[in-house]
């Protein structure tokens, strides 16, 4: 069974879990309403998607 020799230090640990970390989510603007949606998504604030009508808007 493989068992390390040494201690693992701490910065080569946190270099090794450098990418682990989560990325920020990246929003486009809606082209109908202008509002911040996800990218291939159906507009939560007018319904939309592609230009075209797809869901009832959210009423709020």
């Known amino acids: 069974m ?4 040494r ?11 450098s990418h682990d ?3 920020a989510a990246g929003y486009v603007e809606c082209p109908s309403c202008g ?3 996800l ?3 159906v ?3 007018c319904g939309t998607y ?3 009508e797809v869901a ?4 709020i």
């Open 7 to 17: 201690k693992v230090s701490t910065s080569k640990r946190n270099m090794r879990r």
């Open 50 to 52: 592609r230009d075209r």
């Open 39 to 41: 990218p291939h998504h």
């Open 56 to 59: 009832e808007a959210a009423s």
């Open 21 to 23: 970390s989560l990325k």
């Open 35 to 37: 509002e911040y949606k």
């Open 43 to 45: 507009c939560e604030s």
């Open 2 to 5: 493989a068992v390390p020799k």
